[in-house]
């Protein structure tokens, strides 16, 4: 248990100083002041004590992240709450980090590989057109970082893994959830799935369209799969199967083609390797489930026949054209490339000022040259040859479900990095190290009846 000291209480006075200032400085009255001081005071005292609600605190500031919550539509006047809060959660951490984590666990090497990719891609900032634009770029890849160190270091026990898992699917179903009260808001199923067959991009939020939400589903799914094997309880398997078929029906309605076969090659790798007699009975539930949700769902034919013709479409044609001045952007600027975000202003798309390569490479190459990108490359080959070495080594069956479910998961993001921007996505960043910090507490932390959550 944290206990608090003098200079723990000066710091806790200024902070809340400053809190009040800030408030202040937006018009709130008197009494919301004292009120938000004092809820901000309780918020810190329990952080330090349970270092996973500030994490907890970032994933769902996400869904908070709204013009409307504020009571505005004004996105100049927007005050972005995820903002508010990643800027507490690197204040904690840098306090946590000056007091001492657990002793038993050093700076992990993937931290290392971190700092040098932030501090690389950092060089390039000042070579950027639009140094704000970059900058804000480089500010999703420190998230992502900031993420992984917090869950890394605060994740020390089982309950903490499995609360951090709990919240995570609970994340996943919450976005589909939202994607589905969007469609409603289109004027009911009916008149939404006519207008999404007619115009793209409808099922967005303020800060991510439909391909950039189909691209959380990728991950959450194999690992709300996964994680059915982790229990025994049958009403938790039942919550779990309604979250799977949730988030199932939140990718499909996003028609993202990309996001969708990058699951469906995660998921079929995943179930040509784990049927067995065992559990032959789940996974042919879980196929089930998933044509269920595929029948009843009336965006199924407009999705295969967009598969059926992506060879024709425009997108398709622009991003191979794109793709081409990318290459041709890194030859000109090879060491460390043109900076972050900033592509845009190197092609003839004039009407987008940030404009993506849509290919984790060839973006990262553009933008980062051969410096960032190698870096950056490096981080993710190592992550997952650590991830591979912890799922061979395991012994536990039910766990070694899990580890492999979540690795398919991995490998679709991987797949999808390659037709769309996410990893480079500030909210997506910030689900997807975290989980992967959580990947690797679960072999550091031993759980020999993980199998009863």
């Known amino acids: ?80 709450i995820l903002s508010i809060v990643f800027v507490y959660v690197i204040i904690f951490l840098a306090i946590k980090s000056l007091q001492g984590w657990n002793a038993n666990h050093r700076f992990p090497k993937i931290g290392l590989l971190w700092l040098t990719f932030l501090f690389i891609s950092a060089l390039t900032i000042p070579n950027a057109i639009n140094q704000t634009l970059a900058l804000s770029v480089w500010r999703n890849f420190f998230a992502g970082f900031i993420c992984f160190i917090l869950a890394y270091y605060s994740l020390q026990k089982e309950k903490d893994i499995k609360i951090l898992l709990t919240l995570l699917i609970i994340w996943g179903t919450t976005l589909a959830l939202i994607e589905l009260i969007t469609l409603f808001q289109l004027g009911g199923i009916r008149t939404g799935i006519i207008r999404i067959f007619f115009q793209k991009n409808l099922i967005e939020t303020s800060w991510g369209k439909s391909n950039y939400l189909a691209a959380f589903h990728v991950l959450m799914i194999p690992i709300a799969i996964g994680t059915l094997f982790l229990t025994s309880s049958k009403k938790i398997k039942l919550l779990l199967l309604s979250g799977i078929g949730i988030m199932l029906t939140g990718i499909i309605i996003t028609l993202s083609r990309g996001a969708i076969l990058s699951l469906a090659i995660g998921l079929l790798i995943f179930m040509l390797k784990v049927i067995d007699k065992k559990y032959i009975l789940s996974v042919i539930f879980a196929i089930f489930s998933f044509i269920i949700v595929l029948l009843i769902n ?137 989980f992967i910090a959580l990947y690797l507490k679960l072999d550091l932390i031993k759980i020999p009846k993980l199998g009863e959550m």
Not at 420 to 430: A, D, K, M, T
Request: with cysteine; proline share 3%.
């Open 298 to 434: 009336p965006l199924t034919y407009v999705l295969f026949e967009r598969l059926l013709i992506f060879e024709k479409s425009i997108s398709y044609f622009s991003r191979i054209h794109f793709f081409e001045k990318v290459w041709d952007i890194f030859l000109n600027n090879p060491i460390l490339g043109v900076g972050l975000g900033n592509l845009g202003y190197y092609t003839t798309y004039s009407d987008y000022q940030q404009l993506s390569a849509h290919n984790i490479i060839l973006g990262l190459l553009g933008e980062t040259g051969i410096l960032g990108s190698l870096t950056f490359f490096t981080l993710i080959v190592y992550s997952i040859i650590i991830i591979l070495r912890n799922y061979k080594s395991e012994s536990n069956g039910n766990l070694k479900i899990f580890k492999f479910a979540s690795l398919c998961g991995l490998l679709g993001v991987l797949i999808h990095s390659m037709m769309e921007p996410n990893l480079e996505g500030y909210q997506f960043s910030i689900i997807f190290w975290t």
């Open 1 to 80: 248990m944290f206990n608090f000291h003098l200079n723990d209480i000066i710091f806790l006075l200024i902070f809340e100083f400053l809190l009040i200032t800030i408030f202040a400085l937006f018009g709130f009255s008197i009494l919301v002041i004292v009120l938000l001081a004092l809820f901000s005071l309780i918020i810190i005292y329990f952080s330090f004590n349970y270092p996973l609600l500030p994490l907890g605190m970032l994933l769902f500031s996400i869904f908070l992240d709204l013009p409307e919550i504020l009571g505005t539509t004004d996105k100049g006047s927007f005050i972005s």
